[in-house]
């Protein structure tokens, strides 16, 4: 082998450690940004949701000396079959024969007297709601930043300044609920950057066999918000309600000093992968996914892209539906079936639990469909579509007419949050297979058209909702859920394909180049080489 072969390949340096890096060879670096991924977005979703269940306890309930109690203690008799005894507080619910006891349980049984605030049902729907006006507008900085400045820096900071306004909720509601409503803006800004910046990043480290189940990690947000809700419970019952943020702010900050020691944007940057794991990769990750970093983004082709437009549109039905579960669902506990802080964690959080576990098995029955060639890509991916958005709307609509009935409605809400995951396997996994080079950027234009629902679900439901304990308020909530989520996915299915656009190729082309030379797209080899080291073909580069 000449010079110049040994300068075409140069091996990445190994130093000489000890044992401990012996172990840690012995792990793929895929496996560590699978852990990264999950975890990531599992904080996320602990840091945006816990407003969510903290505002039952944080606001003063209006109803709790008129109707309220004649409602919960007719219901005393089945919520009784679900509840345990607390030794710490000495209340069951088999003792609610009068308003204390229920206004007490209901307020999370807290040793602490937290401050509440009367803030009215508008106000809350704004807090909920303010976190996703700037989530939406961030989604394309999200993408073009990534382009720049990488997955580790666009993710890292986003996830540190979430973190950080966290740690100041509680002294904001101590001032005013604009404050809050400002800080929860600032973290939804900053949280809509993670999205891009994670799709991204697939591209260059997964090859495409196993990227539907690398997209499984995408679903730690399921544990991020299955863990949400039991943790505030039991910090809202035993420590109060400010306690809660200091814990999730606290634990993002945490996860930032592990991203920043683990995390590399490429393969190629990474200074423990293996040389055996780096062939790999380079092997089945295609050369046009490997030159597109920094290639201009062509926004016109990818606005006018039909199959762009029903990602986007779908997904807006999911995530309406799903936002509905997320977001209505601890009032809806609380208010319908009167249960207490503590259940209404539990119950609330369980369904997202088993989403997770879900998400793994669709993706994994996905990549079999495709490895067997049974269906096409395109229909894989329109059946785990379907299953996420008409299964779902079809059970959100039954949840509503069966009011009372507690179990069955509990068992068809499991359900319903189980399926609503098949979309990992379908229309989100669909941004990577028509866009890979520029998954970043085609996300973050999806996530600008579906998470407008994320805000617009809570202020819908805010306005029908005006006495939380109106059953019939609550059945219009869940009518108009299943009418989006299902109507949305007719979209999909007349648009959605899983065919490489044209526009994703690092090549010359009218939409994206010009004759200046900084349009041309930077198609340099991603091999890091010592200075002075030469590649085969630069001799044939003209300056």
């Not at 079936?337 to 793994?360: E, H, M, R, T």
């Not at 091999?527 to 080291?533: D, N, Q, R």
Request: glycine share 6%; net charge negative.
């Amino acid at each position: 082998m000449d010079e110049k072969e040994v300068n075409f390949l140069p091996k990445p340096k190994m130093p000489k450690v000890g044992c401990f890096r012996a172990i840690c060879d012995r792990i793929p670096a895929r496996l560590v940004l699978y852990f990264l991924s999950w975890s990531g977005f599992l904080v996320s979703f602990v840091m945006r949701n816990d407003i969510n269940f903290a505002l039952v306890s944080m606001v003063q309930d209006p109803s709790s000396n008129s109707t309220g109690n004649d409602h919960c203690n007719t219901l005393a008799g089945s919520v009784a079959s679900l509840e345990q005894s607390d030794d710490d507080y000495n209340y069951t619910l088999a003792t609610m024969d009068n308003a204390t006891t229920t206004t007490v349980l209901l307020d999370g049984l807290s040793s602490i007297e937290d401050v509440k605030f009367d803030w009215d049902s508008t106000v809350q729907a704004v807090i909920k709601s303010s976190f996703y006006w700037c989530y939406v507008l961030s989604q394309v900085v999200g993408g073009v930043a990534t382009q720049y400045f990488g997955t580790k820096n666009v993710f890292g900071w986003s996830q540190f300044l979430t973190a950080a306004c966290s740690l100041l909720i509680p002294q904001a509601a101590d001032i005013h609920y604009g404050a809050v409503i400002m800080l929860r803006s600032v973290q939804g800004f900053a949280s809509g950057l993670t999205w891009p910046a994670m799709y991204a990043i697939v591209g260059y480290w997964i090859p495409p066999v196993e990227r539907s189940r690398f997209m499984s990690s995408f679903q730690g947000f399921s544990i991020g918000i299955g863990l949400t809700y039991p943790l505030c419970g039991f910090i809202i019952a035993h420590f109060g309600w400010r306690q809660v943020f200091y814990t999730t702010g606290t634990i993002g900050m945490v996860w930032c000093v592990f991203w920043y020691l683990l995390a590399y944007n490429t393969p190629q940057e990474h200074p423990r992968i293996t040389p055996e794991e780096l062939e790999y990769i380079e092997l089945n990750v295609s050369e046009d996914i490997k030159n597109g970093q920094g290639m201009r983004v062509p926004w016109r082709r990818i606005f006018t892209s039909m199959p762009v437009w029903a990602i986007g549109l779908t997904t807006f039905g999911r995530i309406w539906v799903h936002y509905t579960f997320i977001m209505s669902g601890p009032e809806y506990m609380q208010k319908i079936f009167c249960f207490d802080i503590q259940q209404n964690g539990l119950l609330s959080g369980a369904p997202f639990l088993c989403s997770y576990l879900s998400s793994v098995l669709f993706c994994y029955v996905a990549d079999l469909l495709m490895d067997h060639k049974t269906l096409t890509l395109t229909n894989v991916r329109k059946l785990f579509t379907a299953l996420s958005q008409i299964v779902p709307g079809v059970l959100v609509l039954l949840v509503g007419y069966l009011g009372y009935q507690i179990v069955t409605v509990l068992i068809l809400w499991f359900v319903a949050v189980t399926f609503i995951t098949a979309s990992y396997a379908g229309a989100m996994a669909n941004i990577v297979d028509i866009a890979p080079n520029l998954a970043g950027p085609v996300l973050a234009f999806a996530q600008t058209i579906h998470m407008t629902a994320s805000f617009l679900q809570p202020l819908v439901t805010g306005f029908m909702v005006t006495d939380s304990q109106n059953i019939n308020q609550w059945l219009h909530v869940f009518g108009v859920s299943s009418v989006v989520a299902i109507s949305t996915y007719i979209i999909y299915q007349v648009f959605g394909t899983a065919e490489i656009q044209s526009w994703n190729y690092p090549v010359p082309d009218p939409e994206v180049t010009s004759s200046d030379d900084s349009a041309v797209i930077a198609n340099q080899p991603m091999i890091k080489v010592a200075p002075g080291l030469k590649f085969d073909d630069d001799d044939d580069d003209d300056d």
